[in-house]
Each structure stands twice: as C-alpha cells, then as structure tokens.
C-alpha cells in the first residue's frame, strides 16, 4: 500500500510544472520540492519524498485529496492511517447494509449522499447493458425513482462499500443518521439498531452537536471516557491552595474566596470534543485583555515545579502546536482534581482527599480525559527514606482514576532531563496522538 501511494503522490506531482512543483505542494501540504539549475521534474520529486514515513505520505495523500476533491488519493492515504486500526469487517458491514433495509439516504438523495465519498461518475456498460450510463445515474434510478430495486447491500457492493476505509464506510454511516436523513424516533431507532452492530468490531455512532434542536452523530471508536462534562477547571496553581465556595450550589458555580491569584480558573462550556489550546488562548485573551497565546504560555510555566515538568511542556508545543494548529489539545498543568476545604484540617476522623492536584490534564474528545504525571522521589519516598506506603497511596489513587474513566501516564523525572528526554516525550506524544486520532 504505501509503495502504491508513493506512487499515486509522485504522479501528481509529475503532471505538474515546474513552477508549480516549487508552490503548489506546500501551499497545500507543506511540502517543499527542492529547485536547483538541471533537474528534471522526476529528480526534484524523487528528492521531496525520498525521506517521508508511510504516515507522512498518507497525510500528502489526504491534503491533496481534500484540495483536488480526488476520492481515490483519499482512500489510499485513509487505508495506510488505518493499517493498525481495528478493522469493520465484511460481516459488519453487510448486516449494517441489512439494517438499513433499502433505504440509505432517508429524505435526501441517494446519488447525492454517496457521491461525497464515492466515485460514481465512472460509466457502466457491461453489467446493465445501458451505453453511456455512469454509477451515478444507475444508484439515482434503482434507489430513489424506483426504491426497491436495490437494496443497501447492493448498492454497498456497487460502490464499494465493503472494502473501503473504515473512515469512510463511517463518514457514509453518519449521512444516513443525519437529521436531513432522517429525524424523531427514525433517527433514534436507526442509530441503536446500527451501534448494536457496529459495537461488535469496535465501533459506534456518539452524538456530537445538534442542528436546529436535532442530533448530529459523529463516527468514532468506541471508548469509555469519563462520565459527565467538566466544568470549573482549577488550574496551574502557583501559590497557595485556593479557598472555594459555592456562588450557585444548584449548578455547581464556584467562587475562589482567596488565593484566587495564585491559580486560574476555566468556567466556559467544554463540548464533546475535548479542550484545545486555541480554545484556551481566546479564554485567556478575555479575562486578561491584551494578552496573547505567548503570555498565557509564559503564565502557565510558572506553575510548574521541576525541570521535568517544564521539559515536557516545553517539548509538547515546540514539537506539535506548528504541526496541529488548532487542533492541538491543551496542556493543562498543576489541576485540581479532588479539593478539600481548608477547614478540613480542624475535623476529626476525616483522611485528606488523596491527589489533591494533577500534574498535567488534556480534555480529548468523546469525553476522554489524559493524566500525565512526573514522579520525583516524593512519590516514592517518606523522610528521604523509600516507602511501600507512599507508592500504596499513589498506586491506588491509579487505580480510582482508572476506574472513573482516566488514562494515567507517568514518566520519572529522570526520564525527561538530560540526553534522549527529547526524544522519549515525542515518541510518547506521538503515540498517544495516533491511539487517539489526534491529527491536523
């Protein structure tokens, strides 16, 4: 596959000038085609893609795709992003095909609806015997002027359906659950009977908006996340502890009654897809006017404790805020995760909340939610001197946010100082990215 997309990048850009070789590419994807006096188009070519990994053709592949609407350098792109992704299998797919009956698109337009994601312009001859006739014409004729022709197991077969990337068999899926599909209880019935299949291989259907008061379903992995949305992040503290009150007990309003200084608190919805660093920025540039993305970074350092911490933050938007943009999550350092009241310390038989705060926080979408800790010796330490207890209380502290929906990661600080640190947070963000489908 990726020898096949090699060659798929390298005939585009064959069919090129040279004085578009020279724009075109990193205008589009940030590909620089190196010029010199004497080579020919093949050999400047040769040298842009002669170092790319598989995944970084795939992304060439899916950047012209979307530029030139070319469905097939699409696919192929798609293919090689999904080589380790859980598979939709044939069997899943046809009983989805079933579950649909004969009916894809609802109130909308078959050849329409399909037409975004498959090539159906291509003509027709042998199997239907009608000369010039493309797929396009065939799918408009058989499902929607006379519905019943063809069932959405057959036309599956007829565009493709079956074999195609799990990224557009999903983006097909998400048509025929839109609200100009279908709505009310035939929305409803329709995504339950579907992510009953789809759950099977690993998959479902999760709303992720509305468009006027109806559902929008997004296709997606399943994962468990965390229950409920966040509200009232308490973050990158750098002082003392702040003290807290309810303004609004019923809805959960906070006000920072002291030390409100020392620490910043993130009060806007946060949607089903995660907290970005853009997001973060346009937050920031309100509550402190005249600010900008460097100071909130430069805020956000002085709350961290080691240089580890500061290593890893440094590293995760040095390395990954040119490459996804607005995409990039945040990294939110020093959050508070259990808050006991200061008072706390005058009760009796009352154990203090275990991890008071989080090193680092990242909102993802579909409610998933990444804890990152640096350990130094206090995680494993009490008096200078090794404890079972304290790795006990930190272990089990794990294993709750385990529980409640968390991924926890840690890095001993060690890791993230001196030669290879560099080298170890990129391979560790790099992973993490591609678990989550993470890219610009």
């Known amino acids: 596959m990726a020898g096949d997309l090699y060659g798929l990048i390298a005939g585009l850009l064959q069919g090129m000038t040279h004085a578009q070789l020279s724009d075109e590419p990193q205008r589009v994807a940030g590909l620089v085609v190196p010029y010199e006096e004497g080579l020919s188009k093949r050999q400047r070519i040769e040298q842009a893609l002669a170092n790319l990994t598989q995944e970084q053709l795939a992304q060439l592949a899916l950047n012209f795709g979307a530029d030139r609407s070319d469905i097939p350098l699409?696919?192929?792109?798609?293919?090689?992003?999904?080589?380790?992704?859980?598979?939709?299998?044939?069997?899943?797919?046809?009983?989805?095909?079933?579950?649909?009956?004969?009916?894809?698109?609802?109130?909308?337009?078959?050849?329409?609806?399909?037409?975004?994601?498959?090539?159906?312009?291509?003509?027709?001859?042998?199997?239907?015997?009608?000369?010039g006739q493309s797929l396009a014409d065939q799918v408009e004729?058989?499902?929607?002027?006379?519905?019943?022709?063809?069932?959405?197991?057959?036309?599956?077969?007829?565009?493709?359906?079956?074999?195609?990337?799990?990224?557009?068999?999903?983006?097909?899926?998400?048509?025929?659950?839109?609200?100009?599909?279908?709505?009310?209880?035939?929305?409803?019935?329709?995504?339950?009977?579907?992510?009953?299949?789809?759950?099977?291989?690993?998959?479902?259907?999760?709303?992720?908006?509305?468009?006027?008061?109806?559902?929008?379903?997004?296709?997606?992995?399943?994962?468990?996340?965390?229950?409920?949305?966040?509200?009232?992040?308490?973050?990158?503290?750098?002082?003392?502890?702040?003290?807290?009150?309810?303004?609004?007990?019923?809805?959960?309003?906070?006000?920072?009654?002291?030390?409100?200084?020392?620490?910043?608190?993130?009060?806007?919805?946060?949607?089903?897809?995660?907290?970005?660093?853009?997001?973060?920025?346009?937050?920031?540039?309100?509550?402190?006017?005249?600010?900008?993305?460097?100071?909130?970074?430069?805020?956000?350092?002085?709350?961290?404790?080691?240089?580890?911490?500061?290593?890893?933050?440094?590293?995760?938007?040095?390395a990954y805020r040119p490459a996804l943009g607005e995409a990039l999550p945040a990294l939110l350092p020093q959050v508070y995760l259990h808050y006991d009241p200061a008072i706390v310390k005058t009760l009796r038989r009352r154990l203090p909340l275990p991890r008071q705060r989080m090193d680092f926080l990242m909102l993802l979408h579909n409610r998933q939610r990444i804890v990152i800790e640096v350990d130094g010796k206090h995680h494993f330490t009490e008096g200078d001197h090794p404890s079972l207890k304290v790795y006990a209380?930190?272990?089990?502290?794990?294993?709750?946010?385990?529980?409640?929906?968390?991924?926890?990661?840690?890095?001993?600080?060690?890791e993230l100082v001196g030669s290879g640190a560099e080298a170890k947070i990129l391979d560790f963000f790099d992973k993490l990215f591609r678990l989550h489908r993470i890219r610009n």
């Open 74 to 131: 699409d696919e192929a792109g798609r293919k090689v992003l999904e080589a380790n992704d859980p598979p939709i299998t044939q069997i899943t797919r046809r009983d989805v095909a079933r579950a649909l009956g004969g009916d894809l698109a609802g109130d909308r337009g078959t050849a329409e609806v399909v037409g975004r994601y498959f090539v159906l312009s291509t003509p027709i001859e042998v199997l239907f015997g009608s000369r």
């Open 141 to 318: 004729r058989h499902m929607d002027r006379n519905p019943g022709d063809w069932s959405v197991e057959r036309l599956f077969s007829e565009i493709g359906a079956f074999d195609c990337s799990n990224a557009r068999f999903g983006a097909l899926l998400e048509e025929a659950v839109h609200p100009l599909s279908r709505s009310g209880e035939d929305q409803a019935g329709m995504v339950i009977a579907l992510n009953k299949i789809l759950a099977l291989d690993g998959y479902e259907l999760v709303q992720e908006g509305e468009l006027s008061g109806h559902p929008i379903f997004a296709f997606r992995p399943v994962v468990r996340g965390v229950g409920g949305r966040p509200k009232n992040l308490i973050f990158a503290s750098r002082g003392p502890k702040p003290e807290i009150g309810f303004a609004d007990a019923i809805n959960n309003d906070i006000i920072i009654l002291s030390g409100e200084e020392s620490c910043m608190v993130y009060d806007r919805p946060i949607s089903a897809s995660g907290l970005s660093w853009s997001e973060l920025v346009s937050w920031w540039s309100e509550v402190t006017p005249g600010s900008n993305a460097a100071q909130l970074g430069a805020r956000l350092q002085e709350s961290l404790a080691s240089d580890a911490e500061r290593k890893l933050f440094a590293m995760y938007f040095k």
């Open 393 to 414: 209380e930190m272990v089990s502290a794990d294993r709750e946010l385990r529980l409640a929906g968390y991924e926890v990661y840690r890095f001993g600080a060690n």
